[in-house]
């Protein structure tokens, strides 16, 4: 079965710094991923798909890359900012139906 | 504005009873998406539907149904409920292999 993993569960970087996440998938291989935030409390919100016919897609202060060969995708967020302290989750996708794998998330904090 | 609301915020229940979650958007999405979210496990995929009438099983189908009886309108059904279902609930929708739009969640708890 599909199995898909973020490179760890939180991650504390200072403000300014770019942070890097990771999402590692095998047993699959998804036509797209896509990237979404979550606030505690809150359901998820999309940020960005990338298909696999791309290498890289960007997004104001948000760049994801996808690497088919290594099946994984890197999400940056440059110049952060306290205000992106969140949980971002990746989901590869791309069956017929359209359903998609979650990861279990990186919790980010930004620290001013 | 889009959206995706759910009919509860928060619920309390007891064992045993049976438990109707609804999910109504507004986008004419083709899929909509029953999911629940628990420390340290993530989002898991409980039922999918791809059209009105139509279901998928997800990871965690046990325990759970479902009904889309209409295009905008998709509930979860705990048919007795039990204390290992306290969870978040949340629904999505999305067009056929598009980005899904979540609606707030329902927190449910079982005593």
């Known amino acids: 079965s599909q199995k898909i993993e973020q490179n760890s569960e939180a991650l504390n970087i200072q403000e300014g710094k770019t942070a890097t996440l990771t999402c590692n998938y095998t047993?699959?291989?998804?036509?797209?991923l896509q990237w979404y935030r979550q606030d505690p409390g809150r359901g998820p919100v999309f940020l960005l798909l990338?298909?696999?016919?791309?290498k890289e897609k960007r997004k104001e202060r948000l760049k994801v890359t996808f690497d088919t060969t290594l099946k994984q995708s890197l999400f940056h967020i440059t110049a952060s900012q306290p205000a992106d302290s969140a949980t971002y989750l990746c989901?590869?996708?791309?069956?017929?139906?359209?359903?998609?794998?979650f990861g279990r998330g990186t919790q980010l904090t930004v620290w001013p | 504005d889009v959206k995706v609301t759910q009919s509860s915020r928060y619920l309390v229940k007891r064992t045993g009873e049976k438990v109707f979650l609804e999910c109504v958007q507004d986008?004419?999405?083709?899929?909509m998406f029953w999911y629940r979210q628990d420390p340290g496990l993530g989002l898991r995929l409980i039922y999918f539907?791809?059209?009105?009438?139509?279901?998928e099983k997800g990871d965690i189908p046990e325990g759970y149904s479902v009904s889309r009886e209409k295009k905008e309108r998709f509930s979860l059904i705990l048919e007795s409920a039990s204390t290992n279902q306290t969870s978040m609930y949340l629904c999505?929708?999305?067009?056929?292999?598009?980005?899904?739009?979540f609606g707030p969640g329902t927190r449910l708890t079982v005593t």
């Open positions: 999505a929708s999305s067009s056929v292999r598009d980005e899904q739009y």
């Open positions: 047993n699959y291989s998804p036509a797209y």
């Open positions: 990338i298909r696999e016919n791309e």
């Open positions: 989901a590869p996708g791309g069956s017929t139906l359209g359903r998609l794998y």
């Open positions: 986008m004419d999405h083709e899929n």
């Open positions: 539907s791809y059209d009105v009438k139509m279901k």
